[in-house]
């Protein structure tokens, strides 16, 4: 048996989530916020009328979107067909107005374009390329069922998963981690883990079977840093448009102005190098199609590229005297964010045109200035989502 077969072997006695209305509230809150997903991943364009939930078990996910997404056509899959039946019998128990079309595919066939219909102006992948032995032809696959300028948000594994320390652990005891057979025994050993941790990783030994059954046994885990899923990615054409960590690691490395040090690296970079520092136990990616480079504000030389106002802050500018600084607030409820940024008068009135316009076309970023300094705002505020790279225009302009 391969291992990809073993995988659907563990979600068809063990579907995940547990087939219930709390585990969609709760998967509420693990999806981020479909605001992010479009100013970040499709700024600029209308709400998605496609989405594809790609591994979406007995559909929380798609059940999330849909309550997000009221109109928009959603097909989600997944190999596991008892999974699949799950998710349309909890679909005629809640009664979902729009339904969900959920069908049986294999992520990583060839034909999943044609299997689903493609045309998607967003894919949702939430905590299954973890487990594929080989992610790339899910990857390749993604890009052929997407529309041009949609978006891919990938939730994946990172090194600090529970999962890296526990299995080797459990092996420690002889206990085998490749498939869950002895459930009792693995409670009673995830206890003794509980017992040292003091909570602060969740208590392991009172998580649901189908937690324990894919989340922590199973027979293939990708817990790989940002810079390996963002180099997979990247090979089948992705560029990483942000992470949903990004905004917040970066605010905290504003206060003492550390983030100076961080200056000039790309997107990409800049959250790989952060998650180097801090190693996520749990990465929220949010890629795009687009040329290797082309998200880097400023880095790739030549000419500067369009921005966009991604609409997930809100600026309050004080009163200031002619010839000073002015203090802008900039306040973002998405992430509960907040800082301040000071800023010539010029400057200000050219945000204010910016904030007005929602786009900064290359004259608006010759007349903010090209200054080290100018340029330093502009690429800190790409790295906190307040701005974001516009390549359809600079497409368009090409
Ligand atoms: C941990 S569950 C996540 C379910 C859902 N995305 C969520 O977050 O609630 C992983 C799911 O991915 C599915 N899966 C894994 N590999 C797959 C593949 N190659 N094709 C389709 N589904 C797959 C499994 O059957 C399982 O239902």
Redesign the pocket.
């Known amino acids: 048996m391969t291992t990809?077969e073993r995988?659907?072997q563990?979600?068809?006695r063990h579907?995940?989530?547990a087939a219930n209305l709390a585990?969609i509230a709760r998967?509420g809150r693990?999806?981020p916020p479909l605001k992010w997903l479009q100013a970040i991943g499709r700024p600029g364009r209308p709400r998605p009328e496609r989405v594809l939930?790609?591994?979406?078990?007995?559909?929380?996910?798609?059940f999330v979107m849909r309550r997000r997404l009221p109109k928009a056509e959603i097909v989600a899959?997944?190999?596991?067909p008892r999974?699949i039946a799950l998710a349309r019998r909890l679909q005629r128990t809640i009664g979902v107005r729009e339904p969900i079309t959920f069908l049986v595919?294999?992520?990583?066939?060839r034909d999943l374009a044609r299997q689903t219909g493609g045309n998607f102006d967003l894919i949702?992948?939430?905590?299954?390329?973890?487990?594929?032995p080989d992610p790339q032809p899910?990857l390749i696959g993604f890009a052929a069922c997407l529309r041009p300028g949609g978006a891919l948000y990938l939730?994946v594994n990172g090194e600090a998963h529970p999962a890296t320390r526990l299995r080797p652990w459990l092996a420690s005891f002889g206990f085998a981690t490749h498939e869950l057979r002895n459930e009792r025994r693995l409670r009673e050993l995830l206890g003794l883990w509980d017992s040292l941790h003091d909570g602060e990783s969740g208590e392991f030994a009172r998580k649901s079977t189908?937690?324990l059954a894919?989340?922590v046994c199973g027979p293939h885990f990708n817990n790989w840093p940002l810079s390996r899923w963002r180099a997979a990615a990247h090979r089948c054409g992705w560029e990483l448009a942000g992470t949903a960590l990004l905004p917040l690691a970066l605010r905290l490395t504003m206060d003492g102005d550390h983030h100076r040090q961080l200056f000039p690296a790309g997107i990409g970079e800049l959250a790989e190098r952060l998650d180097l520092t801090r190693p996520a136990s749990f990465h929220k990616l949010l890629l795009r199609r687009a040329a290797p480079g082309s998200l880097d504000i400023f880095l790739t030389g030549g000419r500067p590229v369009p921005l966009r106002w991604s609409g997930l802050y809100s600026v309050h500018f004080p009163r200031a005297k002619a010839d000073q600084k002015t203090q802008a607030t900039f306040h973002c409820p998405t992430f509960n964010l907040r800082f301040d940024c000071p800023l010539t008068r010029r400057q200000a009135e050219a945000l204010r045109t910016f904030i007005e316009t929602g786009t900064a076309s290359p004259s608006w970023l010759r007349h903010w200035g090209q200054s080290e300094a100018a340029r330093r705002i502009l690429w800190l505020w790409a790295g906190l989502g307040v701005v974001t790279p516009d390549i359809l225009a600079a497409e368009s302009n090409a």
């Open positions: 990809a995988t659907r563990i979600y068809e579907p995940y989530p585990e998967k693990a999806i939930v790609a591994g979406c078990g007995t559909g929380a996910e798609a899959v997944d190999f596991s999974s595919a294999d992520l990583t066939n949702t992948c939430h905590g299954v390329l973890s487990y594929l899910a939730g189908s937690y894919g989340d």
